[in-house]
């Protein structure tokens, strides 16, 4: 039904359905016949979407459909399963799931873009806890579950909104612009769930300044973790190369060879015995910032951070079965313990230099607590909205 208003008529419903109707002869001229069940509003959707059609052969038989669409289509199998769930790809004009097994002599329609359409900076009314901030740079303290720019999501919303870069935009009007324009200000910055201090430029040259002071290793990043057992040693040195993992790329690794160099510095600053097993609160400081540099370090010493399942960590810590005290409930964090306490560097305009501090969030102060007497507690982290 046309909207309020609308003036299209029968005439032009009638001269548009014959349009796609041609449209869609043409397409499947080599071979396909054209279905003529396909209700009008399907037939309008795909003319919007520009369709395309692929013909599945006997060579393809036995293969599940994503793995088909993904190798014909050149995307990720994680893309085809967002077209097929929502309804995007119909097999012989009906929804099909991921997993259906192909017997080669299938109509493939895909009615959705191919390519997720660009990320992009929205300007956000969220709160910030901002730390420094003048004319030049402002550093913030970030909780943990706030993205800082758009990424990664299984909706447009969820690789688009509530980004630290939406809220700067809305609290400040304007950022540097080296960054991109999905990354305005950003000069560096910290995985999704890690909290803390992170740099931004206001203005191009105080962002060419501090990316310098990057780059050469100027700048010092202080961060507090816990991590599961104790450290063989009080202090020391990691420096394994890191790289993307070949077989899970949501991870990187320290295993492969050629990857890009990574100092980490740690020192033990208590040993904990707890009814969930032993741990060790550290400070590290870093050389270089790469890609889950901290995590993939320190899982690659056996001693992952307290809540990065991606890494190895539990994602529930349950009581040790020769504790004396029963029935102690799981500790769950919902977060990493990793937090960016300090952030020492020069000023890219007076040249002076500055030291910002800040303390662990609440709720890892509530789940140490909790980890060290065994006792419930909310301990959830204050994700940003």
Request: proline letters at 6%.
């Amino acid at each position: 039904m046309a909207a309020s208003g609308s003036k299209v008529g029968s005439g032009a419903n009638r001269k548009r359905d014959a349009l796609v109707s041609d449209s869609l002869a043409r397409r499947f001229s080599a071979g396909y016949t054209v279905s003529t069940a396909l209700p009008p509003r399907t037939l309008e959707t795909m003319a919007l979407a520009e369709p395309k059609y692929l013909a599945t052969t006997q060579e393809n038989a036995g293969k599940r459909l994503d793995q088909f669409l993904a190798s014909h289509l050149s995307i990720s199998r994680a893309r085809v399963q967002q077209l097929i769930t929502s309804e995007k790809i119909l097999v012989n004009d009906a929804p099909a799931k991921p997993s259906l097994k192909l017997r080669g002599d299938e109509r493939v329609s895909v009615l959705g873009p191919i390519a997720r359409p660009p990320l992009r900076a929205i300007a956000e009314e969220i709160p910030l806890d901002i730390v420094y901030e003048d004319d030049d740079l402002a550093v913030i303290d970030k909780p943990a579950g706030m993205m800082v720019h758009a990424g990664a999501g299984a909706t447009d919303d969820a690789r688009n909104r509530g980004t630290l870069v939406n809220a700067l935009l809305h609290h400040f009007g304007s950022l540097s612009a080296v960054g991109g324009e999905t990354r305005p200000g950003i000069v560096h910055r910290l995985d999704k769930d890690t909290s803390g201090l992170i740099m931004v430029a206001k203005n191009d040259a105080a962002h060419q300044k501090l990316a310098r002071q990057f780059a050469r290793r100027e700048v010092k990043k202080t961060y507090v973790a816990l991590v599961h057992g104790w450290l063989k040693k009080d202090s020391g040195t990691i420096s394994s190369s890191i790289s993307r993992d070949r077989v899970r790329r949501t991870r990187m690794t320290t295993r492969l060879s050629g990857g890009r160099e990574a100092v980490s510095h740690y020192n033990a600053q208590r040993r904990l015995d707890t009814p969930f097993g032993k741990f060790t609160l550290i400070e590290v400081k870093i050389d270089t910032g790469r890609t889950h540099q901290i995590r993939v370090h320190l899982a690659s010493i056996g001693h992952p951070v307290v809540g990065d399942s991606l890494y190895g960590a539990a994602a529930e810590l349950r009581p040790l079965a020769n504790r004396s005290r029963p029935n102690i409930p799981p500790l769950s964090l919902g977060r990493n313990f990793l937090h960016a306490a300090q952030l020492q560097f020069v000023h890219p305009r007076t040249g002076q230099s500055l030291v910002l501090k800040s303390p662990i969030p609440s709720e890892l102060e509530r789940f140490l607590a909790a980890l060290l007497s065994g006792t419930p507690a909310q301990i959830s982290a204050k994700h940003a909205p």
